[in-house]
């Protein structure tokens, strides 16, 4: 069972997902990296709604997160920005 945060009506995994979602959404808006907006304009072009692209571009974002926290490697943009060019296809084992 996941544990809840003091003070938050969510467990923690639903936090760190909102968390991610949120890092996805600002880098849409920010466009840094500029691949996460292109990613996101491509997927809504390809009939994708506005909740699945963020969520597949989270997904990367997080296989990032795993990569570098498991890895103890730099965060890679050139990695980054492939997994992104995959979408839909979510990042495997490997890519990460």
């Keep these: 069972m996941a544990r809840k945060r003091r003070g938050s009506e969510l467990p923690d995994g639903h936090l760190a997902g909102e968390l991610i979602r949120k890092t996805v959404r600002d880098q849409i808006r920010g466009h840094k990296p500029p691949e996460a907006e292109q990613t996101y304009r491509r997927l809504r072009a390809q009939g994708y ?48």
């Design 49 to 96: 709604s506005d909740a699945d692209a963020v969520e597949l571009i989270a997904a990367v974002l997080a296989a990032e997160m795993f990569y570098v926290l498991t890895e103890q490697q730099e965060h890679d943009p050139v990695r980054y920005a492939k997994m992104l060019d995959a979408l839909p296809a979510l990042p495997s084992d490997e890519d990460a």
